[in-house]
């Protein structure tokens, strides 16, 4: 009997520690596809406000040719 409980005891802590290990890889995963999607969410913005300046200047331009062309 003691034999027995000795080796549940003996996988217990085995599956315990490879549990342990999972977790700490896929925290690890978590981790970095945060900063991926952080820097993702970065590139985004930058981008809609540079769209943005470019629709205005565009906009600015296509008044400019407008006003010329009506004096």
């Known amino acids: ?3 027995q409980l000795e080796k549940r005891l003996a996988e217990l ?5 490879s549990g342990q290990k999972v977790m700490a890889e ?3 995963k978590q981790a970095n596809l945060r900063d991926t999607l952080l820097r993702i969410s970065g590139a985004i913005q930058i981008l809609e406000e ?3 300046k470019v629709s205005q200047e565009s906009e600015k331009t296509q008044d400019s040719v407008r006003e010329e062309i009506s004096n």
């Open 50 to 52: 540079e769209i943005g």
């Open 26 to 28: 896929l925290e690890a």
């Open 13 to 17: 802590k085995a599956e315990f520690e």
């Open 1 to 3: 009997m003691k034999e």
